[in-house]
């Protein structure tokens, strides 16, 4: 008889609790309530177009959008300096009335235009050189991060005949009252796709951008974001927002961005302009593991398909871990905005 009580009593919980969970699921705010779901290339541009707005709402950027031709850059050179084969300068220049950030700018130093550009954009921790070898900057700081991680991608694509640009997006403060941060951080990379459109070397079709880890998030919201980007790539980051809820930093998240979509529904955005997305197979699944960036792709590649261009959208998966495949980077780039003038490399096939 005791026994039946305690099965009872058991029971009785259980069905308790799990009441409690549905009602809890019932009550919690739809999920993703913009997922891309296959349908003709009319109705995908429908859709590109709908949610594009919709984020640009959530990240508090409207109003800069509207009065972005407006916002002078009144550029200061800091420092330039010829290295090798480009020029580099440092500079200050107005990313919105009241902010001004700084900048590294490489431009080729003696062949003829006009170059394709690329945005190079570090992580966490990184600093505006450390997409960049100590040779081409000069700064030691950058050095050790650079070769390890990045690999110096944007000295590779400095030496190799690119107008480069890089900015700081690692902060965590947000600087003006009634942004978000992602707003800001994002908003500061556009204005390098705008500072790039002014300078008279520059191929304003071929305009590329480039990030690892957090900088391959915010490669992912610059190529979805801003439609002069032809070619993305995006290393170290695809995954979902559900793995991105344990063991990451939280500066991803902003209000409403998970009732929208997932991370798939915004490198869906690119769509059908060039993406390559980069995964190690030495990420632990804690990280950006690739098994969930190979289902990740799967999702981008159906509005791919729909659009006509699924070649387009490419899975670099690499034998490293979280960090720059630059041979793989550079081929893509080269195909995409400068001549196929490399043999592709081999790699691990996804």
Known sequence: MQRARIILAGVLVGTA????????????????SMKYTSGSAESAGAWQKDVRSRLFQLLKMDDLI???????????????????????RELEINSTTNRRIRIIVTSPASQSGPFPGVVCIGGHGSSLYSPYNEDTVGKDVA??????LYKGFG????????????????????????RLLMGERLW??????????????LDR???GCAGLSLGGEMAMWLGAMDERIAATVSAGFLTTMDHMEQNHCMCWKFPGLRELVDFADIYSLIAPRALQCQNGMLEPISQFNVPLARKTMEEVRTI??????????????????????SPRLLYFLEKHLYSNRWAEPKNIQP
């Not at 509207?66 to 580099?88: N, Q, W, Y």
């Not at 590779?156 to 700081?168: K, N």
Request: proline share 4%; hydrophobic share 35%.
């Open 17 to 32: 609790l799990l009441w409690a969970a549905a009602k809890g699921e019932q009550n919690a705010p739809a999920q993703r």
């Open 304 to 325: 791919y398909c729909d659009l006509g261009k699924p070649e387009n959208a490419v899975l670099d998966v690499h034998a490293g871990g979280h960090e720059i495949d």
């Open 205 to 207: 079709l071929r305009i």
């Open 66 to 88: 509207d009065k972005k031709d407006a916002i002078a850059f009144d550029p200061k050179e800091l420092s330039s300096a010829g290295r090798g084969a480009c020029r580099i």
């Open 143 to 148: 050095k050790a991060k650079s070769d390890r």
């Open 188 to 201: 500061d990379l556009i204005r390098c796709v705008d500072y790039l459109e002014s300078m008279p070397e």
């Open 155 to 178: 000295t590779i694509l400095a030496e190799r005949g690119y107008v480069t640009i890089s900015t700081t997006v690692s902060r965590h403060e947000v600087y003006e009252e009634g």
